[in-house]
């Protein structure tokens, strides 16, 4: 019988019992340990099955699997060593039938042969190999070869301990710049905060004390009791994450991909309640990558202090009688302060504030933090003098870089008892890519960033308005609670309101001030949803949101808390688009607020402005007066309502040179509202809209503001917003002309073919988005405004416009929003006759929807 698949099959079974052990909660320590011990086991027999024992070598564990640590698919590093390079034949073919034996018994094998002196050359070289081998356990064969390998790394010339701290810490700063600790997909063992983190302390001490654990640094007095228990806690569950993670992917898989996270938090035990299993999981991973960020921060600055011996070398400078700056850290100069005084852990902030020179906390000082921290009884704004402290860090320009250290180590949550209820609070979503309080905390940031001179060219008009607002502070509070009540169900702009002028009665704040602050939180949405998903060329609109804002202050402050919170999202959220919407909405708003009511516009005198701006564009090119009349002669009112006179002179000089029986398709060089325009003219037929966004699809287009009209011959005149996925115009001739072609080709057609759509990506699989649809109540009586959410599939335009010409329904104009795997898309509709949709049309068209977008897409 194979003896390989044997053994393959008593692997199986072995981990099958573990998974049994793991989901009866069994210690995660011994169940790695278990898996260590069987693969020990393995070895020895395979070992000896190619007679290896009675070669002059011997088998090396290194690695996560010389720690004694193995996940059930982590990869099993060996070294197998010798004394010499004049091996036998008959060794070196029993060392190749060895390996493939344990490959084909189904373990991961990652291996070397090599003697000793080859072997301390490449550790000397790199840090890597010099790590794996600091871990080294001998599993059977030759010891004297094995304690010459290990005399030999712990000499004072291989890796010293000043050169492998200095490797180990640029080695962690790399890995830190390629991955953020609060990715929506993080890595468990390389995101900061991972396990590498908690390794690199584990590594540093081995080499400086030759530690042979992290118990052992208790006893160095690098690490207290109580910060071991933290270390120790924190490891456990990035384990038992591992192992759940390795254990549903069925492979080394160390990455949460969503399309695993549900299922691995339901082998965690967690369950839906209130919240998802899968966002209290998620929870408590980001709560964990914190604490590990903050424990290696200051481990890592002890150690350097004691391998670099750099107490001396960094300058002191006085500050108070209170704190001192040592470099870029600031120190306390009494280690009882903090116990003694709370209101001096607000205070060591706002000397942050006050002193851009610092940039961290000195390790000694964070230690006291931390301990202080833990022993507080209740939050710290309950302190009187906490809370002038407080008040002066939000008054001062430097206030959110020490708003920002406080997130960082826990003092805001220690202030404030509602935002520890957000630390680490995630949405299982593709839209909020950080935890609310992370998201916040940016939010913050860009709030900053306004006032610096480099941004203007991103933020011009955010940096003109930041420096115009009574107080700053005010915003910064705004930020602060604008979604500090997510997660408690309810409307969480309205409960963070509420919360809000609670916390600026406590403070001392004015009634005005609170309120404006309350007003805030409880409308942070409205300017980005009246933007992106309504018609805000419509002057009832803009006046509707005039209302809302009531004076130019609150639009300032609202403009500013706007686009900090969009850029704060995910890093793609922003894009000139929705910039160029934000400015226009807001310099809208302000023509309407600063003449008060105004008379209805005349829609003929519109029209006429319109055109004559657009004629005389024209007729400087040379283009013929009665042509131009005749062509416009065909077109409605609503035409020139819905386009500026430069796009009307652009769509007219073309049209006049086109041959009006082939469809016309023209794409922008220069950019409309921060996206490129298309323009489609071509005889009206059933399912045009359709037929148009299936190409655009199929071209990976994102299509982002749709105004589609008819000629009063029956052409169309349908403008389109068009973007690249990366939310850049579309600037490459080729693919300009590329998107051309195939449009021009798919209008021109007499018979098309059926709609076949792209795949859906993987990182969409695992979301299910229930498809709504919405009437609201429209500002006009011939038209009905329908909203449309839905998960943002292949197709998915195309799909509402083929329902739109089976329900004989006539679209006027779409706003297109993506939020992550959601679509939130904004039509304004007609029947075909003109008129506005009734309730039995309203009924009819949501039915064919939601059929049409539960349907399967064409693969």
Not at 60 to 65: F, K, L, N, Q
Not at 189 to 217: N, Y
Not at 611 to 625: F, P, S
Not at 752 to 779: C, D, E, H, Y
């Amino acid at each position: 019988m194979n003896t390989a698949l044997v053994a393959k099959n008593t692997l199986i079974e072995f981990n099958q019992r573990l998974l049994e052990q793991f989901t009866a909660k069994q210690p995660i320590t011994d169940l790695v340990q278990q898996r260590c011990q069987f693969v020990d086991a393995l070895l020895l027999d395979s070992w000896q099955k190619f007679g290896l024992d009675q070669a002059s070598i011997c088998l090396i564990a290194v690695g996560g699997y010389g720690r004694g640590e193995l996940h059930p698919h982590s990869d099993i590093d060996l070294l197998l060593l010798s004394q010499s390079d004049e091996t036998s034949q008959q060794a070196k073919d029993a060392i190749s039938q060895f390996i493939t034996y344990l490959w084909d018994s189904g373990l991961e094998i990652g291996h070397s042969v090599r003697t000793i002196a080859d072997t301390l050359s490449q550790g000397a070289q790199d840090i890597t190999i010099a790590t794996n081998l600091l871990e080294a356990r001998l599993l059977m064969g030759d010891n004297r070869l094995y304690d010459e390998l290990y005399d030999a790394i712990r000499q004072p010339d291989f890796w010293p301990s000043q050169a492998f701290f200095l490797g180990k810490k640029e080695e962690q700063d790399l890995r830190h710049e390629k991955a953020n600790a609060f990715d929506l997909e993080p890595n468990i063992k390389s995101c900061p905060g991972g396990l590498r983190d908690i390794q690199t302390i584990a590594w540093v001490a081995m080499r400086h004390f030759d530690a042979a654990s992290l118990q052992d640094l208790v006893e160095h007095d690098f690490l207290t009791p109580v910060e071991l228990t933290e270390l120790l806690e924190c490891r456990d569950f990035l384990w038992q994450l591992r192992f759940a993670l390795h254990m549903t992917s069925g492979r080394n898989e160390n990455r949460l991909l969503f399309d695993l996270q549900r299922q691995v938090a339901t082998a965690m035990g967690y369950e839906d309640a209130t919240q998802l299993a899968v966002e209290q999981m998620m929870k408590r991973y980001y709560r964990t990558v914190r604490r590990v960020m903050e424990l290696n921060e200051m481990l890592l600055q002890l150690f350097k202090r004691a391998t670099l011996n750099q107490t001396t070398s960094l300058t002191i400078y006085p500050i108070n009688n209170q704190f001192q700056r040592r470099g870029r850290y600031i120190e306390v100069l009494d280690e009882s302060v903090f116990e003694n005084q709370p209101e001096q852990i607000l205070n060591l902030f706002l000397q942050v504030a006050r002193n851009s020179n610092i940039q961290r906390i000195y390790a000694p000082t964070l230690r006291l933090l931390r301990q202080a921290r833990r022993k507080l009884t209740g939050p710290l704004q309950d302190n009187p003098e906490c809370r002038k402290y407080f008040m002066a860090i939000l008054k001062h320009p430097r206030g959110i870089a020490a708003l920002s250290l406080m997130h960082k180590h826990g003092i805001l949550s220690s202030y404030l008892p509602a935002w520890r209820k957000i630390e680490g609070q995630m949405q299982f979503d593709l839209f909020h890519a950080y935890t609310v309080d992370e998201h916040t905390h940016r939010l913050l940031l860009n709030i900053d960033r306004f006032s610096q001179a480099d941004q203007k060219d991103e933020f011009p008009l955010g940096a003109i308005l930041i420096n115009q607002l009574p107080k700053k502070g005010l915003l910064v509070l705004g930020a602060i609670f604008h979604d500090i009540a997510k997660g408690r169900g309810g409307d969480h702009s309205k409960l963070g309101a509420t919360d809000a002028l609670d916390f600026c009665k406590l403070h001392g704040l004015s009634d005005h001030d609170g309120r404006l602050v309350a007003w805030l939180v409880e409308n942070h949405l409205v300017m980005s949803v009246t933007a992106q998903r309504r018609d805000i060329s419509d002057p009832d609109v803009v006046a509707t949101f005039a209302d809302r804002v009531q004076d130019a202050v609150h639009l300032s402050y609202l403009y500013c808390l706007t686009v900090a919170d969009i850029c704060a999202t995910n890093h793609k959220a922003w894009n000139n688009w929705k910039g160029s919407l934000l400015r226009d909405l807001y310099f809208s708003t302000q023509r309407v607020l600063s003449r008060g009511k105004e008379k209805p516009i005349d829609v003929a005198d519109r029209v006429l402005e319109i055109q004559q701006k657009a004629q005389k564009e024209l007729l400087r090119r040379g283009l013929k007066q009665k042509s131009i009349n005749e062509l416009w002669l065909r077109f409605k009112d609503d035409y020139f309502l819905r386009h500026q006179p430069n796009q009307v002179s652009w769509h007219t000089e073309a049209l006049l040179k086109h041959d009006k029986q082939k469809p016309l398709v023209l794409i922008s060089k220069h950019t409309t509202r921060g996206g490129s325009e298309l323009f489609v003219y071509a005889k009206d037929k059933p399912k045009l809209f359709a037929t148009v966004m299936t190409v655009l699809d199929n071209k990976n287009i994102n299509v982002h503001d749709a105004n589609v009209m008819t000629s009063n011959d029956d052409y169309a005149l349908d403008t389109f917003v068009i973007l690249e996925q990366d939310g850049e115009p579309i600037t490459q001739l080729s693919r300009i002309q590329s998107i051309k072609k195939s449009l021009e080709k798919a209008l021109a057609s007499q018979k098309p073919k059926p709609p076949k759509f792209r795949k859906m990506a993987r990182i969409m699989k695992p979301f299910n988005v229930r498809t709504q649809v919405s009437f609201l109540p429209g500002a006009k009586h011939d038209t009905s405004m329908m909203e449309l959410i839905a998960l943002d599939s292949p197709g998915l335009l195309a799909k509402v416009g083929d329902v739109l010409y089976r329900c004989d329904t006539t679209l006027l104009s779409a706003k297109i929003t993506t939020i992550g795997e959601r679509a939130e898309d904004f039509f304004i509709l007609q029947t075909s006759d003109g008129q506005a949709l009734n309730e039995e049309q309203q009924t009819q068209l949501s039915e064919a929807l939601s059929g049409a977008l539960s349907q399967p897409l064409h693969q």
